[in-house]
Nanobody, 122 residues
Framework: QVQLVESGGGLVQAGGSLRLSCAAP????????MGWFRQAPGKEREFVAG????????YYADSVKGRFTMSRDNAKITGYLQMNNLKLEDTAVYYC???????????????WGKGTLVTVSS
């Protein structure tokens, strides 16, 4: 099973920043839309941010707009999530995903990573 590989999670104080990376295993992923989802304890997995295969279009959940920025480097087949002004409620396991779909439902994702934990402390 092909998997994406996330990195960059960790412990950060509220108001701080982290940058997550998502490495894809093959050049085929150059043509996939990429997204980030998160799952907090006791909650369902939710969409956070997405980017089109070209990088021209980005999409964000209302809860992270203005604080998170998604980008990608197609030469490296890697996606990024820059997270600024982190809040306690951003604590979750963050998952990278890739999809050939144009929608951002978790059910529509074709490939997933194993996740990276982000913990925001007060």
């Amino acid at each position: 099973q092909v998997q994406l590989v996330e990195s960059g999670g960790g412990l950060v104080q509220a108001g701080g920043s982290l940058r997550l990376s998502c490495a894809a295993p093959g050049r085929t992923f150059r043509w996939y839309n990429m997204g980030w989802f998160r799952q907090a304890p006791g909650k369902e997995r939710e969409f956070v941010a997405g980017i089109s295969w070209s990088g021209e279009s980005t999409y964000y959940a209302d809860s992270v707009k203005g604080r998170f920025t998604m980008s990608r480097d197609n030469a490296k087949i890697t996606g990024y999530l820059q997270m600024n002004n982190l809040k306690l409620e951003d604590t979750a396991v963050y998952y990278c995903a890739a999809t050939s779909s144009r929608t951002w439902s978790a059910d529509d994702m074709n490939y997933w990573g194993k996740g990276t934990l982000v913990t925001v402390s007060s």
